[in-house]
């Protein structure tokens, strides 16, 4: 199983390596109105203090290796590279130590990075060049890293408060009663307006999502899950390539990945287009293709995102024949829409609204929730 907990560390570490980056080259690119040796803007400090805070020291740390090696690089010297690792492990030690007090700040922990940065530069400097003269602009140095040092513990502090409002903006949603009643080849159809939690639950499910306990939800076999957009989950050039991508990644043997391969094509009706360059393909046929890679690794539950969305009726026929066909295999299916043709050809229909499930049953007892229907914008389902 994907450990979801590591791989989102390891991509938010990464994205704050890649802002280290960016923002050490900023830093060359900028003009300094005062011509003492030492002073900088520090702005790659950014990414270290927002990944102290967001992650742990070890992630910090891995981003200020960052830090330090394009510093070097981007000023091609090796002493520069030896000035900014002198510099940063002061600078972080006493980083993670002040962090580490309850009630303090950003802004303070920035502005006494940027103090022991300077002072650790200055040090390697004495050494190199065997005389302690290089503190004679210590005083000027440190009222500098004070002001940089303010201004990139705020700018972290803003950083730091736009992810929080991001990880807060997809509530968890209570769907492990749901969870655990999914009959083997039903057909459940999800509704509710935008936001009310429909995909949460779908990701939750598919155990891409913390559940509201903060535990990864385990659903018995394999599950698919289909996107709006196929684009965002085709992977290969060509479309045997993709549909096998699913069964490499499983270590099936190549003899009998062909096969498999080849009855996905079959059980979609897509067999022509085994050798198709994706570019070339109609969204219907994206569709088709992204699901039988799903197909191929035998499920037993599969979800639809909203997948007929943006298709034409043709297309959109093609899919909910697919559905059929699945359920007729006894893989379950949930079926997220907005299509009421669609809710009425499920075997049951869950409502989300502000985050939980507000109705779970039949289409056929659906109707006589009018309340609820009304406030969901579903009143055509109304008798």
Known sequence: MVDIEHTRRLARVSLLCACALVLSYLETMIPLPVAVPGIKLGLANVAVVVALYTLDAKSAGAVALVKVFASGFLFGSPMMLVYSLGGTVLAFIGMVALAAVPGVGLVPVSMLAAVLHNVGQLGVAAMALQTPAVFINL???????????????????????????????????????????????????????????????????????????????????????????????????????????????????????????????????????????????????????????????????????????????????????????????????????QLLDEVARADRVAVFEAGAIAYLGTVQDLADQRDLLIRCGLEELCR
């Open 139 to 337: 005083g000027v140095l440190g009222v500098a890293a004070c002001v940089t040092g303010g201004i990139t513990g705020a700018v972290a502090e803003g950083a730091l408060a736009g992810i929080e409002q991001a990880d807060d903006t997809r509530p968890s949603v209570d769907c492990a009663a749901l969870a655990a009643n999914i009959v083997a080849g039903e057909r459940i159809a999800f509704v509710g307006t935008n936001g009310s939690g429909k995909s949460t639950c779908a990701l939750e499910l598919a155990g891409l999502l913390k559940d509201v306990n903060g535990h990864a939800m385990c659903v018995q076999g394999t599950v698919g899950l289909a996107f709006q957009d196929p684009d965002n989950q085709i992977v290969a050039p060509v479309v045997r390539d993709d549909i096998a991508f699913g069964l490499e990644n499983r270590g099936v043997p190549r003899d009998e990945m062909r096969s498999e391969v080849l009855q996905a094509l079959n059980e979609l009706g897509i067999v022509e287009l085994e050798q198709r360059d994706v570019a070339t393909l109609s969204g219907g046929q994206k569709q088709r293709v992204a699901a039988s890679g799903l197909v191929a690794l035998t499920p037993s539950l599969m979800i639809f995102d909203e997948t007929t969305a943006m298709l034409d009726e043709t297309a959109r026929e093609a899919v909910n024949d697919l559905i059929d066909h699945l359920c007729q295999r006894d893989v379950a299916v949930i079926q997220i829409t």
